[in-house]
């Protein structure tokens, strides 16, 4: 969702991947992207197109009604690598966490400005 707008009717392919992981429910905390940038998400978006779209897993919040969120992050993640593995959705990765946050920015920048931005959040 964004901005409350629930966009799973725009990415049915994808949708349907999530849907078949071997859960009863769960919620994620995603991000979804194109290697591209936005600009190419955006027309995805618009175009009902779903070509090269990634969805980039970062948190597995909630899994079969029970709220995970007390866990440790570290605890989290493999259990969310467990149930992406499992089920193989190529287009579902999981996102690793960075202890280096200036060795990422590097990497980044090294990447190009098209395929990674830097962000500062107050």
């Avoid at 202890?99 to 500062?120: I, K, M, V």
């Amino acid at each position: 969702m964004r901005n409350g707008a629930d966009w799973t009717s725009r990415f049915p392919h994808l949708v349907a991947g999530l849907a078949s992981l071997p859960c009863e429910s769960a919620i994620l905390d995603a991000e979804l992207v194109h290697p591209d940038g936005f600009g190419a998400l955006h027309r995805c978006a618009h175009k009902r197109g779903e070509e090269g779209l990634q969805l980039w897993a970062f948190d597995l919040v909630q899994l079969d009604g029970n709220d995970l969120r007390a866990q440790r992050l570290s605890h989290r993640k493999r259990q969310l690598g467990h149930l992406i593995a499992r089920k193989r959705i190529g287009r579902l990765h999981l996102s690793e966490t960075f202890t280096n946050g200036e060795q990422l920015f590097a990497e980044c920048d090294q990447a190009g400005p098209r395929r990674c931005r830097r962000q500062t959040y107050a």
